[in-house]
Structures are given as structure tokens and as C-alpha cells.
């Protein structure tokens, strides 16, 4: 009879089963040990893409608070603006958040989640829609600019002014100047932002939103080079030219410097001055204290309006998890006493309905683009994603204007 060897191999079986089921546990441990040591050594990372200075450092300064708050640490990477989108992607892949500006380049980025809307709830739905690409919400809005018509109250020819006047009574109002010798529209065109951004602010003026959309979609479809004989920019280009021909505009503005304005403005020789915000935070008090800010005049009175006023934005990056360090810092960058102190530091309009503005110029400007159908980013930014092909439309825009529109 045979013997039964059936049960031979139990035991060695039973403690094998129980080594491994040991082990799990202690393996499970280790890696999420291994996850929690590597999230700990690891800083998250905030992101500045072609953002001015006073910007990135106030946010700087923002997060390091944050960090000394909540014992975090963030780092800090200024990522090369002239990259392509593909590499722009692969960088942006290892921040946790971008502060960039609103236009072309950050709705074309595919590595960027949704906001939250809680965060978005402080501030006015009119503003929320500067990050806006159709009806995707990409960015939040955490400051504004705007492109602003600064009047001289002291100024013979200006000084009559009423900031309820459409764009064919400021003419008329200059034309009817005296003496003939001045200029009363000044613009300092040599700077390709603030060029591009006087065509865009004047193409919503004349046309609303639909003509600025009209000029956005040619860009898609046409080269720098071109784009300045389509009919979308033609309108606002024959304008410009007569202008000049009728002496409103001085012959050389579309090459003068921010300082050549000054110089203008610091002698009561500057009337009417097309500006961003940001560039009049540059002129000196003393000059810039006679003057009184207004939204750019529309063509026709009492039309909807969607100010040229670009938003600095935070776009959270495409990560699968969060890092609470990135959520506390969102909205520590929009409660009231950051937004006020990151508007004192940028000389920029805050986001946030309820904060303290520092001065007149900053809550009016976040009071126009609340009223607005919202707020557009400067041309400069909002036609082509490269900085470059903004770069180059410039030149042939200046070319255009030096050869009063004939063809080269």
C-alpha cells in the first residue's frame, strides 16, 4: 500500500504564504514612505513666463510668507520665453504653477488643469473671463493692467476733456486746438508692446469685441509680415495715418521711447497720452499728478465694451496630484490683504471685488474692466504666441506707417 505524501509540502507552503503575506504590509510601507520622504525633499516649483519683474517678485515674496506660514518651501524658475510650445510643455511639466500673461502662447498650453471655482467666486465674472479661450476657462486672474487714455487737466486743449466723450469728439476736440504747432496725441510706439497694444485697444474701440476677434482670427491665418494689410487692421492703420497727416499724432510716435513722452508730458506738451497702466506707474509723481485716467473712447456711445486690460495669470500645471502647498498659496495670492499688497508692489489693478485698492488708478481700472464684457490682453500677447512674431508684426507695422501705407 502506498504511502499518502499529499501533505508533505504543507508546511513549507503555510510559511511561505505567511512570509509573503508579511512582507506586503512592510513593502507598502516602504513605498509609501519612500512617497512621503520624496514629496518632502522635493520643493514645488513656481514658474514665471514673461512677466514683468515687480510681478514675479511680488509673487516671490508672496510664496515665501506662504512657506514661513506654513512651513513649506517653494523654488523658483524664469522659464525662456523664446522657447517653442512643444519645449514650453515639457518645462512647464516640472513647475506646479506658471504665472504668465494672458493672450495666445498660455491658451495654446496643453499641460494645464481647470481652476477652481471657488478661487474665482472673489473676484467679478467680467474679470474671471480674462483667462478665458471660448468658453474653457484656463487661468486664474490674479492682476490686471489696462491700456488707458491719460488727459492733462491743466492743458488748454485738454483741459475741456469729459471722460463721457466718444472717440469722434476727442477728435474733433483736437483738432480745434491752438495753436496748430502742437501735437495733442502722444504714444510711445518705438516700445512694440505699447504699439500693439494702442492697435488692439483702438480695433475694440472702433468695432467692439467682434473686430478684435475679427484681427485675432486673420492672425491665425496670416503671417506678421501680412497682417498688417488685412481689412481687420486697415480700419484702425487709416486712422493712424491720418492722425498723423492731420498733426494729432506726432510724426514720430511710432518710435518714441517712454522717456521721449515724459519729456513731452513734463513740459505741457503731451494733451492726450495713450498708455498702460504699467508704464504710467513709471512717470515721475510730480509730472504724472496733473494728469486723469479714462478707459479709450469707443466709436459710438453707450456700446458694450471689453477694455484692453491684460491679466498677469496663474495656471496650475497638469500634475495628477495637487500638492496642498499649491492650494494654499492660490488662495492666500487672492485674499484681500495679498491682493492689496501685490497691487501696491506691481502698481498693478487687483482681481479681488472686495480688496482695498492702494490708489484711484488701480480701482478705477479694476472698476472698468468689472463693467466690461471683460478684459483683453494687449496684441502683443493675444496674436501670436511667440514673442518674436509680436516682435516682427511691430516692424511691419512701423514700416507701414513710415511709408503713409504704400505698398513696398
Same mark, same amino acid.
Given at each position: 500500500?502506498? /504511502?499518502? #505524501?499529499?501533505?508533505?509540502?504543507?508546511? !513549507?507552503?503555510?510559511? *511561505?504564504?505567511? &512570509?509573503?503575506?508579511?512582507?506586503? =504590509?512592510?513593502?507598502?510601507?516602504?513605498?509609501?514612505?519612500?512617497?512621503?520622504?520624496?514629496?518632502?525633499?522635493?520643493?514645488?516649483?513656481?514658474?514665471?513666463?514673461?512677466?514683468?519683474?515687480?510681478?514675479?517678485?511680488?509673487?516671490?515674496?508672496?510664496?515665501?510668507?506662504?512657506?514661513?506660514?506654513?512651513?513649506?518651501?517653494?523654488?523658483?524658475?524664469?522659464?525662456?520665453?523664446?522657447?517653442?510650445?512643444?519645449?514650453?510643455?515639457?518645462?512647464? /511639466?516640472? #513647475?506646479?504653477?506658471?504665472?504668465?500673461? !494672458?493672450?495666445?502662447r *498660455?491658451?495654446? &498650453?496643453?499641460?494645464?488643469?481647470i =481652476?477652481?471655482?471657488?478661487?474665482?467666486?472673489?473676484?467679478?465674472?467680467?474679470?474671471?473671463?480674462?483667462a478665458?479661450?471660448g468658453?474653457?476657462?484656463?487661468?486664474?486672474?490674479?492682476?490686471?493692467?489696462?491700456?488707458?487714455?491719460?488727459?492733462?487737466?491743466?492743458?488748454?486743449?485738454?483741459?475741456?476733456?469729459s471722460?463721457?466723450?466718444?472717440?469722434?469728439?476727442?477728435?474733433?476736440?483736437?483738432l480745434?486746438?491752438t495753436?496748430?504747432?502742437?501735437?495733442?496725441?502722444l504714444?510711445?510706439?518705438?516700445?512694440?508692446?505699447?504699439?500693439?497694444?494702442?492697435?488692439?485697444?483702438?480695433?475694440?474701440?472702433?468695432?467692439?469685441?467682434?473686430?478684435?476677434?475679427?484681427?485675432?482670427?486673420?492672425?491665425?491665418?496670416?503671417?506678421?509680415?501680412?497682417?498688417?494689410?488685412?481689412e481687420?487692421?486697415?480700419?484702425?492703420?487709416?486712422?493712424?495715418?491720418?492722425?498723423?497727416?492731420e498733426?494729432?499724432?506726432?510724426?514720430?510716435?511710432?518710435?518714441?521711447?517712454?522717456?521721449?513722452?515724459?519729456?513731452?508730458?513734463?513740459?505741457?506738451?503731451?494733451?492726450?497720452?495713450?498708455?498702460?497702466?504699467?508704464?504710467?506707474?513709471?512717470?515721475?509723481?510730480?509730472?504724472?499728478?496733473?494728469?486723469?485716467?479714462?478707459?479709450?473712447?469707443?466709436?459710438?456711445?453707450?456700446?458694450?465694451?471689453?477694455?484692453?486690460?491684460?491679466?498677469?495669470?496663474?495656471?496650475?500645471?497638469?500634475?495628477?496630484?495637487?500638492?496642498?502647498?499649491s492650494?494654499?498659496l492660490?488662495?492666500?495670492?487672492?485674499?484681500?490683504?495679498?491682493?492689496?499688497?501685490?497691487?501696491?508692489?506691481?502698481?498693478?489693478?487687483?482681481?479681488?471685488?472686495?480688496?482695498?485698492?492702494?490708489?484711484?488708478?488701480?480701482?478705477?481700472?479694476?472698476?472698468?474692466?468689472?463693467?466690461?464684457?471683460?478684459?483683453?490682453?494687449?496684441?502683443?500677447?493675444?496674436?501670436?504666441?511667440?514673442?518674436?512674431?509680436?516682435?516682427?508684426?511691430?516692424?511691419?507695422?512701423?514700416?507701414?506707417l513710415?511709408?503713409?501705407?504704400?505698398?513696398?
Amino acid at each position: 500500500m502506498k /504511502k499518502d #505524501t499529499r501533505s508533505d509540502g504543507q508546511p !513549507a507552503r503555510k510559511l *511561505a504564504i505567511i &512570509l509573503v503575506l508579511t512582507a506586503i =504590509p512592510v513593502l507598502v510601507g516602504l513605498v509609501i514612505a519612500g512617497v512621503l520622504i520624496s514629496r518632502a525633499l522635493y520643493k514645488p516649483v513656481i514658474g514665471f513666463l514673461d512677466v514683468p519683474e515687480s510681478v514675479r517678485e511680488a509673487i516671490e515674496e508672496t510664496a515665501i510668507i506662504e512657506s514661513k506660514i506654513n512651513n513649506t518651501a517653494w523654488k523658483f524658475l524664469i522659464i525662456d520665453p523664446s522657447i517653442n510650445l512643444s519645449e514650453l510643455n515639457k518645462v512647464i /511639466k516640472k #513647475t506646479d504653477i506658471l504665472i504668465t500673461k !494672458a493672450g495666445a502662447r *498660455a491658451e495654446a &498650453l496643453t499641460t494645464i488643469q481647470i =481652476p477652481d471655482q471657488k478661487l474665482l467666486s472673489v473676484m467679478p465674472t467680467a474679470i474671471r473671463k480674462a483667462a478665458n479661450s471660448g468658453n474653457r476657462q484656463y487661468g486664474m486672474p490674479i492682476l490686471l493692467d489696462h491700456f488707458e487714455l491719460a488727459w492733462d487737466r491743466s492743458n488748454p486743449v485738454s483741459s475741456s476733456f469729459s471722460p463721457y466723450s466718444t472717440l469722434e469728439q476727442l477728435e474733433k476736440l483736437a483738432l480745434s486746438r491752438t495753436p496748430k504747432t502742437t501735437w495733442p496725441f502722444l504714444c510711445a510706439g518705438g516700445d512694440d508692446e505699447s504699439l500693439l497694444s494702442f492697435i488692439g485697444a483702438l480695433t475694440e474701440s472702433l468695432g467692439g469685441e467682434k473686430s478684435w476677434e475679427s484681427a485675432r482670427l486673420d492672425a491665425k491665418n496670416t503671417s506678421p509680415a501680412d497682417l498688417v494689410r488685412k481689412e481687420s487692421f486697415l480700419n484702425v492703420m487709416e486712422i493712424l495715418l491720418r492722425w498723423r497727416r492731420e498733426g494729432l499724432l506726432h510724426p514720430e510716435w511710432f518710435r518714441m521711447t517712454l522717456n521721449d513722452v515724459e519729456s513731452f508730458m513734463k513740459t505741457n506738451s503731451a494733451p492726450f497720452v495713450f498708455m498702460s497702466l504699467s508704464n504710467h506707474r513709471k512717470i515721475s509723481q510730480r509730472t504724472v499728478e496733473k494728469y486723469d485716467s479714462v478707459l479709450i473712447p469707443a466709436f459710438t456711445a453707450n456700446t458694450p465694451r471689453s477694455l484692453t486690460a491684460p491679466a498677469v495669470l496663474l495656471l496650475s500645471t497638469g500634475k495628477k496630484r495637487e500638492r496642498e502647498e499649491s492650494i494654499l498659496l492660490k488662495s492666500m495670492l487672492l485674499n484681500e490683504t495679498t491682493q492689496t499688497r501685490l497691487s501696491e508692489m506691481t502698481g498693478l489693478a487687483p482681481v479681488n471685488s472686495t480688496t482695498a485698492a492702494p490708489d484711484r488708478q488701480a480701482n478705477e481700472a479694476r472698476l472698468w474692466a468689472a463693467a466690461s464684457e471683460r478684459p483683453l490682453p494687449s496684441f502683443y500677447t493675444a496674436l501670436y504666441p511667440y514673442p518674436a512674431d509680436a516682435a516682427l508684426l511691430a516692424k511691419n507695422i512701423r514700416e507701414f506707417l513710415q511709408s503713409d501705407g504704400a505698398e513696398n
